[in-house]
C-alpha cells in the first residue's frame, strides 16, 4: 500500500463549546481531534489514502479514536495503546469571533509516551509526504521517536512537510520551544505556520523578511495562514497572497489543519516536486485549500468539520466570493 500522506503525532479528544447549560454553565461537546491527526483525516476525506502514527491511551477515549481515524478511512496500524497515562484531553475556548485558545490536560498525556519502538518504519517507506508538528517535540520520550522517523524519512528522500503548531501551554520555557522549533525546521520541505508562530521562530516582525528567513534555513515552501486575510505563501517561482472566503464563522479549530491536509493532497496529485510547479499552479492549490479551511471553520470541531471533495468542488463551483 502506498500512503499519499503518513502523519505522526497528536491524537487527542477536543472539548469545544456547545452552548450553556440552564444554570449558565458551559457545555462542551466530545470531538476527536490532534493538529497531524486532523491533517491526515483531511487527505482521506478528500480521496487520498493516508495513515497515522501515534499514541492514546486504554481507555474509552483512545478507541472511540482509533474507530473515528478507521470510520474516515485513515491507516491505524501505526497506532498504539498504552495504560501508563490516559489519552490526552484538550478543552477549547472560544472568544466572540470563534478564535481558539486552549487548556491541555497532559501530564504527560498517552501522546506524549510514544517509543521509538512503537514507529512502524514501514508506513513512513509506503509514504509520498511524511507530515509531522511540533508537539511531539515537547516531551523527551516522543521527541524521540519523532525524530526517528524524520531522520528515517530524510534518509528515504520523503518529501517532509512541518507544523510548527505552537501551544504555549505544552513548554515549560518558551526559549526551550523556540530553539526546539526552529531545529526542526531544517527537516523540512513543506512548513505550516500561523503569522504569530512565523513572528516567534524568526523574530522577524515584516512578512516579506519573515518568509525569506524561513526559506533561508532551508524549506522549500511556505505557507502562512491568517484566518479571514487568506494565506501567504512562498516558494522558488515567488510569493503571494490567496484571500480567504467569505464564510461565517462557527469554530476555526482544526482549520489549519484542514488547510495544510488539502495542500498536501493536492501535492500527492502531481509527479513534480511542489517547487517544481507554476506559481500559477501553486496559487490554485491555496485557493482549493482555502476552501477546505473556509468549510471547516463552519462546523463545529476539527475531524468533524473536515469536507469532503464533493463539497469543497460544489463550494468552489459556487461562485463564493472572498474577502
Not at 1 to 7: E, S, T
Not at 141 to 168: G, M, W
Not at 248 to 260: E, I, P, Q, S
Request: net charge neutral; hydrophobic share 40%; charged share 25%.
Amino acid at each position: 500500500m502506498i500512503y499519499d500522506v503518513v502523519a505522526l503525532g497528536e491524537l487527542l479528544i477536543d472539548f469545544t463549546p456547545a452552548g450553556f447549560s440552564a444554570e449558565g454553565y458551559p457545555v462542551y461537546q466530545m470531538n476527536p481531534g490532534g493538529a497531524p491527526a486532523n491533517v491526515a483525516v483531511a487527505v482521506s476525506k478528500l480521496g487520498g489514502k493516508s495513515a497515522f502514527i501515534g499514541k492514546v491511551g486504554e481507555d474509552y477515549f483512545g478507541y472511540f479514536l482509533k474507530k473515528v481515524l478507521e470510520k474516515n478511512g485513515v491507516e491505524t496500524k501505526g497506532l498504539k495503546f498504552t495504560d501508563l497515562s490516559p489519552t490526552t484531553l484538550t478543552f477549547v475556548h472560544l472568544d466572540e469571533k470563534g478564535e481558539r485558545s486552549f487548556t491541555f490536560v497532559r501530564n504527560p498525556g498517552a501522546d506524549a509516551l510514544l517509543e521509538s519502538d512503537d514507529v512502524d518504519l514501514s508506513l513512513i517507506e509506503n509514504a509520498k509526504i511524511f507530515h509531522f508538528g511540533s508537539l511531539s517535540l515537547s516531551y523527551p520520550t516522543c521527541k524521540k521517536a519523532t525524530t526517528k522517523a524524520v531522520e528515517f524519512a530524510t534518509k528515504l528522500s520523503k518529501l517532509i512537510s512541518y507544523d510548527p503548531n505552537h501551544r504555549p501551554m505544552i513548554w515549560k520555557d518558551p526559549k526551550v520551544a523556540k530553539q526546539v522549533m526552529v531545529e526542526a525546521l531544517k527537516y523540512a520541505h513543506i512548513v505550516k505556520l500561523s503569522q504569530e508562530e512565523l513572528y516567534l521562530l524568526t523574530s522577524e516582525e515584516d512578512l516579506e523578511k519573515a518568509l525569506k528567513t524561513v526559506m533561508k534555513m532551508g524549506t522549500k515552501l511556505v505557507f502562512i495562514t491568517m484566518g479571514s486575510k487568506g494565506c501567504y505563501f512562498a516558494f522558488s517561482k515567488g510569493q503571494g497572497h490567496v484571500p480567504a472566503f467569505n464564510v461565517k464563522v462557527v469554530d476555526t479549530t482544526g482549520a489549519g489543519d484542514a488547510f495544510l491536509g488539502a495542500v498536501l493532497y493536492k501535492l500527492s496529485r502531481v509527479e513534480l516536486l511542489p517547487w517544481e510547479l507554476s506559481y500559477k499552479d501553486m496559487e490554485q492549490i491555496v485557493r482549493f485549500a482555502n476552501a477546505v479551511a473556509g468549510l471547516c471553520v463552519t462546523k463545529r470541531g476539527a475531524i468533524p468539520a473536515l469536507p469532503t471533495l464533493e463539497e469543497v468542488e460544489r463550494f468552489l463551483g459556487g461562485g463564493q466570493s472572498c474577502f
